[in-house]
């Protein structure tokens, strides 16, 4: 019986390890999938916004972000306070992504710059900031960002106009993030 014991812990073990590293995949795909979503995003927002005459800064609207994503970091189970670096990672990035559009449209100007209205742009990262958040949750509950999730993910985001400086901020930024229950 002892034996039997022994075996039937030793198969639950392994099996909640690779359920464990199932959803770890899951979630880390789709971390990557929608973080480089956004970030492509990011162009779409420059065009509108030169095209507008707009200003890549929009405190008001920062802080609208940054209350929409810690409501919905609560929803998603995430300590609030502990996503706010993140957050400030994601937007930091993508106005650095915007800036570096806008640089390129100053040397070489380009009459394809895309101007989808910007509320419709807004609600797409709304759904990708709530993805990313819902992912991070899962991440969390399957083991965490230990090195080798980061240096994966590192690996991962490709998104035109993304420095390596944004990548390691959005990276370290995840180390800090705590679930609330």
């Given amino acids: ?16 390890n690779v359920f464990a590293g199932s959803v770890s995949s899951v979630a880390l795909g789709t971390l990557s999938t929608a973080l ?8 779409e927002v420059a065009g509108y916004k030169a095209q507008h005459h707009l200003p890549i800064e929009d405190l008001p609207r920062e ?6 994503m810690l409501d919905h970091a609560w929803q ?3 300590e609030p306070r502990s996503v706010e670096p993140f957050v400030h990672a994601l937007m930091n990035a993508s106005k650095a992504i915007q800036y ?3 640089a ?3 040397s070489v100007p380009d009459n394809g710059v895309p101007a989808r209205d910007l ?4 609600q797409q990262i709304q759904r990708l900031d709530t993805q990313l958040l819902n992912a991070i949750s899962q991440q969390l509950k399957a083991g965490g960002f230990p090195h080798a999730e980061r240096a994966w993910l590192a690996s991962q985001l490709t998104a035109p ?12 930024s995840l180390s800090g993030i705590e679930r609330s229950h």
């Fill in 63 to 68: 802080e609208q972000v940054m209350q929409s």
């Fill in 161 to 172: 106009n993304l420095s390596e400086a944004d990548k390691n901020s959005l990276l370290a």
């Fill in 36 to 43: 480089n979503e956004r970030m492509q995003v990011m162009k």
């Fill in 100 to 102: 570096r559009y806008r």
């Fill in 104 to 106: 390129d449209w100053l």
């Fill in 1 to 16: 019986m002892t034996h039997f014991t022994t075996i039937l812990f030793s198969s639950l073990f392994v099996c909640s």
């Fill in 76 to 78: 998603a189970g995430l």
């Fill in 119 to 122: 509320a419709d742009t807004r």
